[in-house]
């Protein structure tokens, strides 16, 4: 389901606020030192694990793409509500 700038706005600043928490500054620099084992991993693994390493790198991305995507949906949410 489509969400209004509104919606695009609270959820926005929802997640934003997050992300000035020590918690999430703990957390996204356990998820970059994750990525990083996972690729140093991935280059010395033996092929047939390579699928298992770039899952999980993939998925650690995810996440912080997902924060990323709605702090973007914010600003634009906000650009549309101002009209600009």
């Known amino acids: 389901m ?3 700038d509104e ?3 609270e959820r926005g600043r929802d997640i934003w606020e ?3 928490t020590k918690g999430w500054q703990i957390l996204s620099d356990s998820i970059a030192e994750e ?3 996972e690729t140093a991993e991935l280059l010395d693994c033996p092929v047939k694990d390579d699928l ?3 899952q999980l790198i993939k998925a650690y991305k995810k996440v ?5 995507g709605a702090i973007a949906d914010r600003d634009e949410a ?3 509500l101002r009209g600009v």
């Open 18 to 20: 997050m992300t000035q």
């Open 7 to 9: 919606q695009k706005l």
């Open 52 to 54: 298992e390493h770039k």
């Open 64 to 68: 912080l793409r997902m924060v990323e």
């Open 2 to 4: 489509a969400q209004t």
């Open 78 to 80: 906000a650009q549309n």
């Open 35 to 37: 990525i990083q084992l």
